[in-house]
């Protein structure tokens, strides 16, 4: 899969509302979600393969959102990675339990994560988010961070992946142009 974080496995097979999200669109630098009232604009160091289909997670849970390359890669993993999933699919269905899952699955690979912080509070246009910060050290040196919160049932979460906490931040902060609201007609 395209980020560090795997979907676990849902107990309906019903589709939810968060795996059917539409993909959005994007216009010059900018990605605009209609359904979540979601706009970003991202970095111009970063590109995307609009050619090529995101996909949902194998349940109908959750799916990719948008994906974000640095130009060039650097390493084969995206940069910043936006993805929904159904909380409602978990015992524990809050952000902060959401956060514990990005957590626990990160120290579960093979080396595993360092987390670095955890549970801090991150304000998203009004709404609040948590952020976790981990650090694998193999097979290559990257920071990740990842900052998760709901909004319209949906948990949203912004996979963030660099090789320096420099380059981490700069990302981070990019979603500070992040604008959640109702933009349906």
Known sequence: MLCSLSWAAGAGMA???????????????????KELGLSYTF????TTDSSTN???????????LLVLWKTPPDFDKPSITAMSDDPSKYAD??????????????????????????GQVYELSGIKFYRVDYQFQEPIEVFNTAITGQVGGCELT???????????ETFVESINTVRIGSQKP
Request: hydrophobic residues 30%.
């Open 15 to 33: 589709q939810s509302k968060c795996g059917s999200l539409p993909d959005g669109e994007i216009i010059g630098r900018t990605y605009t979600n």
């Open 54 to 64: 995101l996909p949902k997670d194998k349940n109908g849970n959750g799916r990719l």
């Open 43 to 46: 970095p111009a160091s970063l």
């Open 158 to 168: 912004f996979q963030f992946v660099a090789r320096t906490r420099k380059e981490i």
């Open 93 to 118: 269905q809050t952000a902060v339990g959401y956060l514990h899952r990005i957590e626990n699955t990160a120290k579960k690979y093979n080396p595993p994560a360092k987390v670095i912080a955890s």
